[in-house]
């Protein structure tokens, strides 16, 4: 008999956290040392390449692949969805080959990637497709509850991909070229470990794919009525975000385009802890919904939601104050002009939690016209925006270039994510206010506890170095958030007792249970 690998919510969780804060740590290095070793411009005409192929990935996605995660969680015995999903999946791939191919062939790419060559066109474009696949492949680990072998597979892709760049940096080897061509071995690399998994399992069968005409009908009307709502969405999302980058390129150039993706990567660590979690909560939501259980829902989104949210804010915060040597440490001396989008873009990433989990409970509800509403007002906002943050002078703008970037992202992200929060307050029926108080005050104490712990560390350090300056203030921040949150637990939205439990659940799981 087959063991059963569908684990508990809180053990897969914990096992995605572990991954998560091995990843942090290779990931922490790994920024110390990519933009150093690229520059602001190689390293910013990777970020916009990148970001330009994941964007039309994500957007010819058009919401089929949380359709696909949805409907798998509720039938993971059915391996024709699988089926159907790799042949829609396969023909946006030939699709993108074609797009880029005509592009090139006519001579039309410098419009669409200003200042770019086709090598790094077509490595992009291939990076992006892998990408894609490999984020495929774990959601379906998650949906079928492999959670816990794939976050330890996960932890020993890291650790080769972490090895590799260490290994391309000490010999100098480390250009544009060669780190897209690092970026294809490690994600090839997951792709082949959590495929492998997923067939010792016992699906990915090759007699299993067969779809007779009258099945594929079926899944294309059950996958069109939960898209469509997203197809304009996802049209209008491709467009607005594709324009972000462009116009900063066309008016800032690589260089700005550096300093923007280094501020975005920053915040993307903090994210780390956070973003895990998205794929198994709506799991459990998809769930709860198709049972009918909305006391379930409403249980989970109150005790996730607040604890999530002030894990990011922690890092955020800090690293909002902190941006001046985050910036040396990550990016050296050459990403100096990075220093206020850093700051601006630290506070990305709690919202971003927040968008997430709210986005969440719209797809695992099915009330995806409502989310692709909310979100085609902003995203039709943002335009003008971002035109007039980034425009020169003479062109009616303020030519603030990443810093612009930075701004609009962070505002319209926070006034999205609050409209998507009141609708989800509203389905679930819980206080909109208490959510909203919440996130200000969370944000509030926890800024405040970081400028407290610069100023000390500045203080007692003042003929030290930078480096030094920001792990000793990291470890004065982090020692009051710990004596905030024992003062102050409903600030995670806990009580005093829920931790102290936890801590005991930690110490048993270490083997350092002490006796009752």
Not at 152 to 170: E, P
Not at 199 to 225: A, D, P, Q, T
Not at 371 to 395: Q, S, W
């Amino acid at each position: 008999m087959k063991k059963n690998l569908e684990d508990s919510f809180k053990k897969r969780y914990f096992y995605k956290l572990f991954s998560n804060f091995i990843g942090f740590l290779f990931n922490l290095i790994s920024q110390m040392i990519i933009p150093r070793a690229l520059g602001p411009e190689a390293y910013g005409n990777y970020g916009f390449l990148t970001n330009f192929f994941s964007q039309v990935t994500g957007s010819s996605d058009m919401g089929t692949s949380t359709c696909f995660y949805t409907k798998l969680s509720q039938r993971p015995k059915e391996q024709g969805i699988v089926s159907f999903y790799f042949i829609f999946v396969g023909i946006i791939f030939l699709l993108l080959f074609l797009f880029v191919f005509i592009s090139v062939a006519c001579g039309v790419y410098p419009l669409i990637w200003p200042g770019q060559q086709t090598l790094f066109i077509y490595l992009a474009l291939g990076l992006g497709i892998v990408m894609w696949s490999a984020q495929i492949i774990n959601l379906m680990t998650d949906a079928y509850g492999f959670t816990v072998a794939a976050e330890l597979l996960k932890v020993l892709q890291k650790f080769l991909g972490f090895l590799i760049l260490i290994w391309l940096y000490a010999g100098h080897y480390l250009k544009l070229h060669t780190f897209f061509i690092y970026n294809y071995i490690v994600w090839i690399i997951l792709l082949i470990f959590l495929i492998t998994l997923i067939h010792k399992n016992g699906y990915l069968r090759r007699g299993e794919f067969n779809l007779s005409k009258v099945r594929i009908r079926g899944y294309i009307s059950e996958f069109w009525c939960y898209c469509n709502p997203l197809l304009v969405y996802s049209l209008v999302g491709l467009v607005t975000c594709v324009f972000d980058r462009w116009i900063l390129q066309v008016y800032g150039g690589s260089a700005q385009q550096g300093f923007y993706s280094l501020s975005y990567q920053i915040g993307a660590v903090c994210f780390l802890f956070t973003g895990a979690m998205a794929p198994l909560f709506m799991r459990e939501l998809s769930i709860a919904h198709a049972n009918n259980d909305l006391e379930k829902m409403r249980r989970m989104f109150r005790r996730y939601v607040p604890i999530l949210y002030t894990i990011t804010a922690y890092f955020s915060c800090f690293v909002a104050v902190m941006a001046d040597k985050a910036v040396y440490i990550f990016g050296g001396s050459r990403f100096s002009g990075a220093i206020i989008a850093v700051a601006i873009m630290a506070f990305y990433p709690i919202h971003q939690t927040y968008g997430q989990l709210s986005s969440s409970v719209f797809y695992a509800t099915s009330q995806t016209k409502t989310y692709r509403n909310i979100g085609i007002v902003f995203l039709l906002l943002g335009v003008p925006v971002t035109y007039f943050l980034i425009a020169p002078h003479d062109k009616m703008g303020l030519n603030a270039g990443a810093t612009g970037l930075a701004v609009k992202m962070v505002l319209l992200n926070i006034i999205s994510v609050n409209v998507q929060l009141y609708f989800n307050a509203k389905q679930l029926q819980l206080n909109y206010w208490r959510y909203l108080w919440h996130q200000i005050i969370t944000v509030g104490i926890l800024f405040g506890l970081a400028i407290g712990s610069s100023f000390v560390a500045n203080h007692l350090l003042k003929c030290s170095g930078k480096i030094m300056i920001f792990f000793v203030s990291g470890i004065i921040y982090s020692v009051l958030v710990i004596v905030m949150i024992y003062i102050l637990p409903a600030i995670i939205g806990l009580r005093r007792k829920d931790i102290l439990s936890f801590v005991g659940e930690c110490k048993g799981r270490l083997g350092f249970a002490t006796e009752r």
